[in-house]
């Protein structure tokens, strides 16, 4: 199994659909009554669907697309919500990032080789490597159509998970090795994580003719803990609306109980009337 596959199997959450209960129905409500009857929207980051109720937005959108680079929990939420291909809800697998699987072993691999085994470890081949992404993430054309637009697109608890795969594989073998993450490595990853929520944000601009929900953690556990990719994302849409590219704007915060030892807040922006 490709470590990429392992990772991501590592983090599905068995009882999530039950936990997460009270956090789905104050979201899906909060999208329903802030979208349009009868209106198409695209879920970024779909996966297993567990934070919104496809049954009830299926009753309220003409047309729903769940958007994610995991085509198997796509399937499982279709499953989950006995829905089919032949209903009003569809798959698209895109990838976000532009980062294959199989470097995702590959970096395991050069971690081990660059700092588990030498005795003194090289991280300036990790932050040239982390270079590397930054530069395929910039150069990365994610596969929508030309003339592919949605009513609204839905962006939420997305952005704090895609890089953190690759984080995870560093801080594992520095772990291994008994030392910390050097802090010119911890710069990289920041970068990476500003690159990617800049761009995942501006398609969901682009593809939206109505309005964009971006939903990014604001808190952990009642502290102010950054999240990276969340805290980029939260600039850049902060900064969007600051520079005035958006007639009409809001949020709320919600309570997410991811599990029983860590709770978000929940910021959920909602954007709409873009002016460009």
């Given at each position: 199994?490709k470590?990429?596959?392992?990772?991501q199997?590592?983090?599905v959450?068995?009882?999530?659909?039950?936990l997460?209960?009270?956090y789905?129905k104050?979201l899906?409500e909060?999208?329903?009554n802030n979208t349009d009857?009868?209106?198409t929207?695209?879920?970024f980051g779909?996966?297993?669907?567990?934070?919104?109720?496809?049954?009830?937005?299926?009753?309220?959108?003409?047309?729903i697309?769940l958007v994610?680079f995991?085509?198997?929990?796509?399937?499982e939420?279709?499953?989950s919500?006995e829905?089919?291909?032949?209903n009003?809800?569809?798959t698209?697998k895109?990838?976000?990032?532009?980062?294959?699987?199989?470097?995702?072993?590959e970096?395991?691999?050069f971690m081990?080789?660059?700092?588990v085994?030498?005795?003194n470890?090289?991280?300036?081949?990790?932050?040239h490597?982390l270079?590397k992404?930054?530069?395929?993430?910039r150069?990365?054309r994610m596969?929508?159509?030309?003339?592919t637009?949605y009513?609204y697109?839905?962006?939420?608890?997305?952005h704090?998970?895609?890089?953190?795969f690759?984080?995870?594989i560093?801080?594992?073998a520095c772990?291994?090795?008994?030392i910390?993450v050097?802090?010119?490595v911890?710069?990289?990853i920041?970068?990476l994580n500003?690159?990617?929520?800049v761009?995942?944000n501006e398609?969901?601009?682009?593809?939206?003719?109505?309005?964009?929900?971006?939903g990014?953690?604001?808190?952990?556990?009642?502290?102010?803990s950054?999240?990276?990719?969340a805290?980029?994302a939260?600039?850049?849409i902060v900064?969007?609306?600051?520079?005035g590219?958006?007639?009409?704007?809001?949020h709320?915060?919600?309570?997410?109980t991811?599990s029983?030892?860590?709770?978000?807040?929940?910021?959920?922006?909602k954007?709409?009337e873009a002016?460009g």
């Amino acid at each position: 199994m490709k470590l990429l596959k392992e990772l991501q199997k590592e983090r599905v959450m068995d009882d999530a659909k039950e936990l997460w209960m009270d956090y789905r129905k104050e979201l899906t409500e909060f999208i329903v009554n802030n979208t349009d009857r009868d209106t198409t929207i695209a879920i970024f980051g779909a996966g297993y669907c567990n934070d919104i109720d496809l049954t009830i937005f299926s009753s309220h959108f003409s047309g729903i697309e769940l958007v994610d680079f995991d085509y198997h929990a796509m399937q499982e939420a279709m499953k989950s919500y006995e829905l089919d291909g032949r209903n009003k809800v569809k798959t698209k697998k895109v990838d976000f990032l532009g980062i294959d699987v199989d470097e995702y072993d590959e970096l395991a691999k050069f971690m081990i080789k660059q700092v588990v085994l030498p005795q003194n470890p090289n991280m300036t081949s990790v932050v040239h490597r982390l270079e590397k992404y930054v530069d395929k993430i910039r150069k990365h054309r994610m596969s929508f159509s030309k003339n592919t637009t949605y009513d609204y697109v839905m962006v939420v608890g997305v952005h704090s998970h895609l890089i953190s795969f690759i984080e995870q594989i560093i801080e594992q073998a520095c772990i291994q090795k008994g030392i910390p993450v050097d802090g010119t490595v911890r710069q990289k990853i920041t970068e990476l994580n500003n690159v990617m929520a800049v761009k995942l944000n501006e398609k969901a601009f682009d593809l939206a003719d109505k309005g964009i929900f971006v939903g990014v953690e604001t808190a952990v556990n009642q502290s102010d803990s950054l999240v990276q990719g969340a805290y980029q994302a939260h600039n850049h849409i902060v900064k969007a609306i600051n520079d005035g590219r958006f007639a009409n704007f809001g949020h709320v915060d919600l309570t997410f109980t991811y599990s029983a030892e860590l709770v978000y807040k929940m910021s959920i922006i909602k954007i709409v009337e873009a002016i460009g």
